[in-house]
């Protein structure tokens, strides 16, 4: 598949459970910085920070490299604000 000229490939079920498990584990990080420096972060903000982990891992798998070049950057953060408008859509919803 391509998009904006940049090869993608198909990810598999292996590499969607790659991505959850590394977003898992880099959330689990991200919330021990934060305890570590007294920061609570609420579930909204845990959302988003789990959901951009998820995308971050997702596009390394499916071969968006952001040093690559400019399209790789532009499909990377279209991706990025399109998780941002659907949390702050699901916030605005449920408040």
């Not at 969607?16 to 959330?27: D, G, K, P, S």
């Not at 952001?66 to 991706?79: C, D, I, K, N, S």
């Not at 941002?84 to 919803?93: D, F, L, N, R």
Request: aromatic share 10%; hydrophobic share 55%.
């Amino acid at each position: 598949m391509r998009l904006l000229g940049i090869e993608l490939r198909r990810p598999t079920f292996g590499d969607i459970t790659v991505m959850a498990f590394t977003a898992t584990l880099l959330l689990i990080s991200v919330l021990a910085v934060c305890a570590l420096v007294a920061y609570r972060p609420g579930t909204y903000t845990k959302g988003v920070f789990l959901g951009s982990l998820a995308w971050g891992s997702l596009t390394n798998l499916i071969g968006v490299r952001v040093q690559e070049g400019w399209r790789h950057f532009l499909l990377m953060t279209a991706g990025s604000v399109m998780l941002y408008v659907a949390a702050v859509a699901i916030a605005s919803v449920t408040h």
